[in-house]
């Protein structure tokens, strides 16, 4: 059985625990890695409203007719 700090440690929001990472040990590169990785999640985070928002509208269209 897991202990409740391991537990508490898989729920945690990943998002957060990348602020608390220290970043001051990473290279240049590594550091120009993570932006790219980070933007291509803000993409798939904005096509992701963009596809919820798009189905609802359409949900909306069809259920108001």
Do not use: W, Y
Request: aromatic residues 2%.
């Amino acid at each position: 059985m897991e202990s409740d700090e391991s537990l508490s440690r898989l729920n945690a929001d990943p998002a957060a625990g990348l602020a608390r990472q220290d970043i001051d040990r990473l290279s240049v590169d590594e550091l120009h890695a993570r932006i790219a990785l980070l933007e291509a999640e803000i993409i798939r985070c904005r096509a992701k409203i963009d596809a919820s928002v798009n189905h609802r509208a359409t949900a909306d269209a069809l259920f108001k007719r």
